[in-house]
């Protein structure tokens, strides 16, 4: 189990960023962490894989373990070969290596049988292996995103972290991804998954939470989100009460900010 | 022509020792976007460390070359552990100022072991040479194209082949990419100065191989290295190489052929031509003849 507790973190020594966040990543599980631009979402993965020092973050209080040891003061290099490896947000393929290339540096931390692996996710992402010498740069965006994801598999991780593997990609190929998020699941992987797009997050998490401002705000099996008046509302894009549109008015910010704990 | 000849190996001979040197800038601007100025002072101290360990404490030559590489490697080492390092994430101009401190810093005591006598570093091959075609071909220009010839293609394999070689590429493009990847960039910073640096001292040896023997001024031909690598691109393997070569050329045909053709140029005229050919291709073709073009969707 991957484990967040109170979690703080503070960029360039003032700014406070993460308030005490907490969650759980059951094995064989998929999470989904939910919330606005600027929640922090971000920063937890960042926490988690180890990479806030390129971004002079600090964790100031909390822990996160992974089977009951603590990882948070490991480096990215460890943490990657403990097997919990992050796909960052906006793809991030090596864009002048081939594809093939590119798998290749995803397997940095594994040794041996790289052929076994490399075929292993070939099969996964079967559209990769037609371009196995293409250059990354120039794939698709929706082809970029299985590499990137590809890439990761690469390191055969026990948790694989998603940073919104849906952005900026046409509606069919995010039910793509989607599909490719549940057969990774399915071959024994657990996956954190943070998304904007919180119907495709909760159609196929098993728990979600939703952040809001450095916290999480509420914690519900992704079922019940999905009920959930005030998810169905602020992430959903569905209004409870009749067929009446809301007035422009009553969605502005300020007003749609909620007191979740209250 | 055995005078076109005669040049053209001098040339060669030239465009090895700038190769290995332009390599190794290469290989850490690649890892951190900076050129380092204290490139040329760890080619000196490349070169006396191969004096000391050949002439005054008298181990065979090859192995006094191999014993000079890793102390000049271990300088690297040192240097990026302790000056460069801590510099990560400021501004790659503050880290520039930095190197130059650094050449200072490696320079002023090493100018101080040579001192005023000039030092040979031991090599077996002399001044003997072959003749091919009426010219004059050296052994040292052998030992020295064959060399560079080595280590370029060993590299060339290292960095297209090796998972550490594929790592270093990575981490050029792409650090927080590489580090959420598992790779140590830390680590790959390292090993960029220590093979630069190791490079660096077969280029001095090299360059203080020759009758000038090894004195500060051998300093200069470190600084020459400089056009190479901004003419074929900074970034680019084959960019230092052919870079190399230009410069090397270039100086070679100038020193041979410029007091019949251009005599009121005056004597030396050699020396300034690499930075001519770097005026010239700055002013052509601005990102050098094999920086890398920028791989985008559009």
């Known amino acids: ?262 | 022509m055995t005078t076109f000849l005669q040049a053209t190996i001098a040339g060669l001979s030239l465009a090895s020792i700038y190769a290995l040197l332009a390599l190794g800038f290469v290989i850490i601007y690649k890892a951190m976007q900076v050129v380092s100025f204290a490139h040329p002072a760890v080619m000196l101290f490349g070169a006396y460390m191969v004096s000391w360990f050949a002439v005054d404490v008298g181990v065979p030559f090859v192995l006094a070359v191999v014993l000079g590489a890793l102390a000049t490697a271990l300088l690297g080492y040192l240097s990026e552990r302790i000056a460069i390092r801590p510099m990560i994430g400021k501004p790659l101009f503050s880290i520039a100022i930095v190197t130059i401190g650094l050449d200072v810093v490696i320079r002023t005591p090493i100018n101080n072991l040579i001192g005023l006598d000039i030092r040979g570093v031991g090599s077996p091959w002399g001044f003997n040479s072959w003749t091919v075609g009426g010219a004059n071909l050296p052994h040292r220009s052998v030992a020295m194209i064959v060399t560079a010839l080595v280590i370029t293609v060993f590299l060339f394999l290292f960095f297209r082949y090796t998972r550490v070689g594929l790592a270093m590429r990575a981490t050029a493009m792409d650090q927080e990419v590489a580090l959420a990847q598992g790779i140590n960039v830390g680590r790959i910073f390292a090993l960029a100065w220590m093979m630069a640096g190791a490079m660096a001292a077969v280029a001095g040896m090299f360059a203080a191989s020759d009758l000038a023997g090894l004195s500060a001024s051998t300093y200069i031909v470190g600084i020459k290295a400089l056009p190479a690598i901004v003419v074929g691109g900074l970034d680019s393997i084959n960019g230092a190489v052919v870079g190399a070569l230009v410069v090397g050329l270039a100086e070679a045909y100038t020193a041979t052929y410029q007091s019949s053709v251009a005599p009121w140029l005056g004597s030396n005229f050699s020396q300034v031509v690499p930075y001519v050919v770097l005026l010239a291709v700055l002013l052509i073709r601005p990102y050098g003849l094999f920086g890398s073009a920028e791989v985008e969707r559009v």
Not at chain 1, 46 to 70: C, M, N
Not at chain 1, 236 to 245: I, K, M, N, T
């Open chain 1, 1 to 262: 189990m991957l484990e967040v507790a109170n979690l703080e973190v503070v960029y360039h020594d003032v700014i406070l960023v993460l308030r005490g966040v907490s969650f759980q990543v059951p094995d064989g599980q998929i999470v989904a962490l939910l919330g606005a631009n600027g929640a922090g979402k971000t920063t937890v993965l960042r926490a988690i894989s180890g990479l806030l020092d390129v971004h002079d973050g600090d964790i100031t209080k909390g822990e996160i373990s992974l089977d009951g040891t603590p990882i948070h003061r490991a480096s990215a290099a460890a943490i990657v070969g403990r097997g919990v490896t992050q796909v960052l947000e906006g793809r991030r393929v090596f864009g002048e290596f081939t594809v093939e290339e590119n798998l290749r540096v995803g397997a940095h931390t594994t040794r041996g049988d790289l052929s076994g692996q490399m075929d292993r996710v070939y099969e996964l992402f079967p559209i990769l292996a037609d371009r196995r010498k293409s250059t990354a740069g120039y794939l698709s965006g929706g082809e970029q995103q299985m590499l990137a994801m590809g890439r990761a598999m690469m390191s055969n991780p026990r948790y694989l972290i998603l940073d919104e593997p849906s952005l900026g990609l046409a509606p069919i190929l995010v039910q793509r991804i989607r599909d490719l998020i549940v057969d990774i699941n399915k071959h024994g992987t657990s996956i954190l998954l943070v998304e904007q797009n919180a119907t495709m997050a909760l159609s196929i998490a098993q728990h979600g939470y939703i952040m809001e401002t450095g916290k999480i705000v509420m914690d519900k099996p992704a079922a019940e989100l999905m009920k959930d008046e005030d998810v169905q509302e602020f992430y959903l894009g569905l209004h409870s009460g009749g067929e009446e549109r809301k007035s422009f008015r009553d969605v502005k910010h300020y007003k749609r900010r909620k007191r979740w704990l209250s």
